[in-house]
């Protein structure tokens, strides 16, 4: 099946945390692909990427990005495709940058903004599956599976230490 997601992301930097967007798509069986797109070094790519993701076949972008992440936004702007911005925890600041440059969209350019980091970028996959639920059936049933396999750890180790 052609990849239904793309993840993209700013610098190979930005890998350790999109991963686990990466892998949760894996653990759900979703097809994916993954490319590193600047927003400031590779803004002809950006473009030329985002306007093409439609007619590609992809139906949700999850875009990472860190510092002034300008990423997930440029790309809203080019493709009316849902897409997801993962912040990325920066050196200097954190990911507080990453996060108030990504979700302060003007009405008009949604970016549906996730946590700073890899709890973002597991969530991005998460909420990526669950948009795709409702057209792929199968999408759907591995996500509840998921769902329900994480609560049943949570029951089964009700301890806050193991002993
Ligand atoms: C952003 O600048 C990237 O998304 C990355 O988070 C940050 C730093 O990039 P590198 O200097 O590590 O390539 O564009």
Redesign the pocket.
């Known amino acids: 099946m052609k990849p239904l997601v793309g993840i993209i ?3 190979q ?2 890998w350790a945390t999109m991963s686990h967007a990466a892998e949760t798509l894996q653990a759900l069986q979703i097809p994916h692909e993954v490319k590193i797109v ?1 927003a ?1 070094r590779t803004p002809d790519l950006l473009f030329e990427y985002a306007s093409q993701a439609e007619q590609r076949g992809l139906e949700v972008i999850i875009a990472g ?3 002034a ?1 300008h ?1 997930p936004g440029m790309c809203a702007a080019k493709t009316v495709l849902p897409v997801l911005g993962v912040p ?1 925890e ?1 050196a200097v600041l954190r990911g507080v940058d990453s996060l108030l440059s990504i979700v302060q969209m003007p009405a008009g350019i949604p970016v549906g903004t996730l946590a700073i980091g890899k709890a973002g970028a597991i969530n991005a996959g998460l909420l990526a599956a669950a948009m795709l639920g409702g057209k792929y059936p199968e999408f759907r049933k591995h996500l509840a599976a998921y769902r329900h396999s994480q609560t049943e750890k949570v029951l089964a180790n009700p301890q806050p230490l193991s002993v």
Do not use: E, K, T
């Open positions: 992301m700013g610098s930097s930005d600047s400031h990005a860190g510092g992440a990423l990325v920066s």
